[in-house]
């Protein structure tokens, strides 16, 4: 039988492909982690992750490994909720950026639904920046959202980089501004893509403003200029803008999850949708 806290240990590790953001993230010593992982390997009789000074990755093993890990840990909780007879109720405000809303979280989200349907989920969709302010004043329980560089809150679920996107057709013609596509204030990579056309010397204009990502996909793929957008998260329909049109970098993009934990009575199912969450994440960065 394998040891639920070593599989918890090793999709944190598979998830992050680091044992010190692993430890991290679990509250636990880096130590201790290593210890998890070589008992784990020790149980299974293979080697799941190849080690070095400078990177780890997943074995053939490792790799099958993250599935049987899922379901057993899975399959544990829900064993448990049966027979303790506890089941999470209350409300649960729950705040996501429009990003992640479209493309990776309806399936949590549906089955965060299916396991506790007594849990009255309040969803919010907004800006990043807007979704930190309302955290900070107490209106919601749990944000996923973006976090600015060198900002250490929060548990990272997905770490990317950010690119420039637009219509395939568009060209830009460096004599004349950058046409931009952006979030309003306080749009977070609103505040990146200026931020880095200014470090460059390089004159912009605001093409097109909008508050919904829908909106501001339809006027890149209409060609009326550019955005900045993680670059796992590309909307159908657009492409990343050629190094040839001499754009700056933009950097790298955190998504956190950030807990306000001032509401006792919201706790339970924050976690319980903050692991769906951050396990959704471990997938993600496996995959890649």
């Given amino acids: 039988m394998y040891d639920l ?9 598979a998830g992050t492909l680091s044992f010190t953001r692993a430890a991290r993230r679990l509250g636990l010593r880096q130590s201790t982690v290593s ?9 299974a009789g293979r080697q799941l992750f190849t080690r070095d000074t400078h990177s780890v990755e997943l074995t053939e093993d490792g790799e099958a490994m993250l599935g049987f890990a899922r379901r057993i840990l899975d399959v544990q909780e829900q064993a448990t909720a049966f027979f303790t007879g506890t089941r ?15 493309t990776r979280l309806t399936d949590i989200l549906e089955a965060f639904r299916h396991h506790h349907p ?7 969709v907004e800006l990043s920046g807007t979704l930190h302010e309302r955290l900070a004043a107490g209106r919601l329980d ?7 560089p060198r900002d250490p809150r929060g548990s990272t679920v997905w770490h990317d980089r950010l ?3 637009g219509a395939e057709r568009l060209r830009l013609d460096p004599a004349r501004p950058v046409p931009l596509i952006v979030y309003p204030p306080p749009g977070i990579t609103r505040a ?10 390089r004159t912009w204009r605001v093409a097109c403003t909008s508050g919904s990502l829908s909106g501001l996909v339809a006027a890149a793929r209409a060609g009326l200029g550019v955005m900045a957008h993680s670059r796992g998260l590309i909307p ?10 001499g754009l700056p970098e933009l950097g790298e993009v955190d998504f956190v999850l950030l807990h306000d934990r001032r509401r006792a009575s919201a706790q339970g199912a924050a976690d319980a949708l903050a692991s769906a969450i951050l396990a959704a994440g471990d997938r993600l960065h496996a995959v890649r």
């Fill in 35 to 43: 210890q998890h992982v070589r008992r784990l390997e020790a149980a």
């Fill in 5 to 13: 806290a070593q599989l918890r240990t090793f999709l944190a590790v």
């Fill in 236 to 245: 159908q329909g657009l492409v990343r803008v050629p190094e040839r049109a």
């Fill in 142 to 148: 749990l944000v996923l959202a973006k976090r600015r």
């Fill in 163 to 165: 690119v420039w996107i």
């Fill in 192 to 201: 990146l893509a200026l931020e880095a056309l200014e470090r460059q010397g």
């Fill in 88 to 102: 999470l109720r209350g409300r649960l405000r729950f705040g996501a950026s429009e990003d992640f809303v479209q």
């Fill in 118 to 124: 007594e849990v009255d989920l309040e969803l919010t």
